[in-house]
Every structure is written in C-alpha cells, then in structure tokens.
C-alpha cells in the first residue's frame, strides 16, 4: 500500500508563486514515479506534470509549461511542484498520483495511488 500526502497550497494572488510538496510513504520506493494533476470543481481531472523516477525526464502540460517545475527527492520519497506567475485558471484542487515507473502513460486510469489534494487558489 502507498500513501500519498501532499502540502503547500494557498490562496496567493496573480503573479505570485507557490510550491507544493507530495510525501509518499509504503511501498514506494523503486515501484512508483509520482506526478500532479489538477481538478477544477465540475471539471474533469487534467494532468499536470509528470517526472521520471529514475531518470528525472520532465513533462508539462502545454498550459504550465514555462511557469512549473516538477521535481524530485529520491531519497525523501518526495516530489514537489514550483509554481511561478500564477494566474487565475490556475486555481484548481491539485492532487499527487503514483504511476508504475516504467509507464510513461499519463492518462487517469494509469495511476494506482492518489493523494487527498490541496487547494490552490489565485486572486486576480
């Protein structure tokens, strides 16, 4: 079993910055890459940003890419989320997921384990 827990949101205005952090404990270690995801109430789940466990190759979402940087802490089991100018779409409940770390599939149902989110809220 994997347990995911992610911190870090906020309310921050536009052009702020905000940086989250997504702890894993359980069986996570080598099995498990972790990735963020977004939902926006009544909208669907949206992939964010994914990072290679073991080779640390990133990918971005076109609507965050240039803003947020994703990366990782092998040894902490830990992935985090850099979130610079940030606007006010991007205001959305954002979640941590652990995929098998030989996909490279981001589509939803890839995923095993979902954290419980943390809010992120930007003012305008």
């Known amino acids: 079993q994997v347990q995911l827990v992610e911190s870090g949101g906020g309310l921050v205005q536009a052009g702020y910055s905000l940086r989250l952090s997504c702890a894993a404990s359980?069986?996570?270690?080598?099995?498990?890459?972790m990735d963020w995801f977004r939902q926006v109430r009544g909208k669907e789940r949206e992939f964010v940003a994914a990072?290679?466990?073991?080779?640390?190759?990133?990918v971005y979402a076109d609507s965050v890419k240039g803003r947020f940087t994703i990366s990782r802490n092998v040894d902490q089991n830990t992935v985090y989320l850099q979130m610079n100018n940030l606007k006010s779409e991007d205001t959305a409940v954002y979640y941590c997921?652990?995929?098998?770390?030989?996909?490279?599939?981001?589509?939803?149902?890839?995923?095993?384990?979902w954290g419980q989110g943390t809010q992120v809220t930007v003012s305008s």
């Open positions: 997921a652990a995929r098998p770390y030989y996909s490279d599939s981001y589509s939803i149902q890839n995923y095993d384990y």
């Open positions: 359980g069986r996570t270690r080598g099995s498990y890459a």
């Open positions: 990072i290679g466990w073991r080779a640390g190759t990133t």
